[in-house]
């Protein structure tokens, strides 16, 4: 019975047509010898892919096993190999993460190779439970509790290969029925005995006392998660309509108008961190709750800066939201930039490159005519009292201020940029030039009044921003 539905879920639920290459991702174990075995006369071109993890002594036996049983039912069989204990160690992760992410580089690489429409693997019911019980103990929030998606994309890889779980309506029970009633050979992985591992623990110990207490717990349950995944998935939806009507998005960077996101609904906003968090990198698996109320709690602060982790950054001011790789800036190309660490000397007569293009440059000159200079509607020069200190060119400090020609009292340089429109990306490492210390000018957009010119100077300090030397 068993492997009729199976055929009829990938071909109906899933909609993976006939002549299709399907790739099966098989350990040996009973799971997914049976779904093998329970699709090795349908409809598609099935291939087997086995990945030898080699964490255990029997690895070698149970890839030999795989290979020959694919041989005799004349399915073509893959056998890849990967030093999980090394990459462990070399990687900080979970012996069962490490695992995992292999295995699936290994077999999304394989159906790249074969050119096959989608990947197979053989979670069921009991397995799906786990998850959903591994999930709740975290703390990982509604998404977690929805479990093990019967479709999706393989997990790791930048390209979109479809990933089906076909026995997810199957209980371990029913699934080593179906094996011995076809005589279904496989192997036993003596791991899943193992109490060190924290999945054997919950199958080992908790689930058999919850069916002590409650022997409908796992019908429950399943219930939840399908109510859970209803409702994240509708939360999904809102938190993408607000990503297409709030956000601008770059392959590294998105911003968003600060006061109609915090208008949302919490659930929202949080919502809304994790999935702009996710475009920007897709494979992301430790952004959860706990971090996008971090997030949260910068922005309705207006806090400058948050290090996200996993090389991603959030800067925040009274107008704007950025999330971004960090050293990424796409719109800083249009504009004058400086490294985070530099503090440039200008001497007169000087040049000194600044990044995205710029330069800046510094001459003497006299007999100038002041009401031109007054005139001057060109951002990118200006004229100052010869100054008897040094001249240097620094990153803006937060809370610095200056009194722009004009205005008859201080202004913070953040209220500067948001009054020009300067992108919130390209405000961080924005030169200002500064006289002894003092700024006097946020390059191309405002002079200090304490160093305008009064008309009997006998040496005057020009500079120019330019973009390309040649003009």
């Known amino acids: 019975m068993l492997k009729s539905q199976v055929i009829s879920v990938v071909y109906d639920c899933f909609q993976l047509p006939k002549g299709a290459k399907l790739v099966l991702g098989v350990s040996g174990g009973a799971d997914s010898m049976a779904l093998l075995y329970a699709l090795k006369d349908g409809p598609w071109q099935l291939s087997v892919g086995h990945f030898n993890h080699q964490i255990r002594e029997a690895a070698a036996a149970d890839a030999a096993f795989v290979a020959q049983t694919a041989e005799a039912m004349g399915v073509p069989c893959y056998i890849g190999t990967g030093d999980v204990p090394s990459y462990t160690k070399e990687s900080g992760k979970s012996i069962e993460e490490a695992a ?16 096959a429409q989608a990947l197979a693997v053989a979670h069921n019911q009991d397995d799906n439970l786990e998850t959903i019980l591994m999930h709740f103990l975290r703390g990982s929030g509604l998404d977690g509790l929805r479990g093990i998606a019967a479709k999706r994309f393989v997990p790791g890889q930048k390209d979109q290969i479809l990933l ?38 919950l199958r080992h110990t908790l689930m058999p006392q919850l069916d002590e207490l409650n022997p409908a717990w796992r019908k429950n349950l399943l219930r939840n998660a399908q109510l859970a995944a209803q409702e994240s998935h509708f939360l999904d939806q809102l938190a993408e309509e607000q990503l297409q ?55 309705q602060q207006s806090r400058r800066r948050m ?34 660490s530099s503090r440039l000397q200008l001497g007169v007569p000087d040049e ?27 951002p990118n020069q200006a004229w100052f009292q010869y100054p008897q200190t040094d001249i240097t060119v620094r990153r803006v400090q937060p809370g610095e201020r200056m009194q722009p020609l004009g205005m008859r009292g201080s202004q913070k340089i953040s209220d500067i940029f948001i009054n020009a429109k300067i992108p ?22 405002r002079q200090d009044s304490a160093f305008q010119l009064q008309g009997d100077e006998e040496k005057i300090l020009h500079l120019q921003l330019l973009k390309d030397k040649d003009a």
Not at 262 to 279: P, S
């Open 307 to 340: 290090d996200l982790g996993d090389g991603l950054e959030l800067l925040v001011d009274q107008e704007e939201i950025l999330l971004r790789k960090k050293g990424a800036c796409k719109s800083c190309a249009s504009f004058p930039q400086i490294s985070q």
């Open 100 to 115: 995992r992410e292999m295995r699936y580089d290994y077999l999304a690489g394989l159906v790249r190779k074969l050119g």
């Open 352 to 378: 000194i490159m600044l990044g995205s293009g710029f330069f800046l440059q510094s001459r003497v000159v006299s007999g100038v005519d002041l009401e031109k200079i007054r005139r001057n509607k060109d």
């Open 245 to 299: 009507s709030a956000f601008h998005a770059e392959d590294s960077e998105i911003s968003l108008k600060r006061e109609p996101f915090l208008a949302l609904h919490q659930a929202l906003q949080t919502r809304t961190i994790r999935k702009a968090v996710q475009k920007l990198v897709p494979n992301l698996r430790d952004f959860g709750y706990e971090q996008s109320l971090l997030a949260l709690k910068t922005i």
């Open 164 to 201: 089906l779980r076909p026995l997810l309506g199957w209980n371990r029970a029913q699934i080593l029925h179906f094996c011995e009633e076809n005589k279904v050979p496989f192997v036993e992985d003596q791991s899943n005995q193992d109490l060190n591992y924290y999945r054997n623990r």
């Open 424 to 445: 919130q990306a390209a405000r961080e490492n924005w030169p200002l030039l500064c006289f002894g210390g003092q700024a006097a000018w946020l390059v191309g957009l």
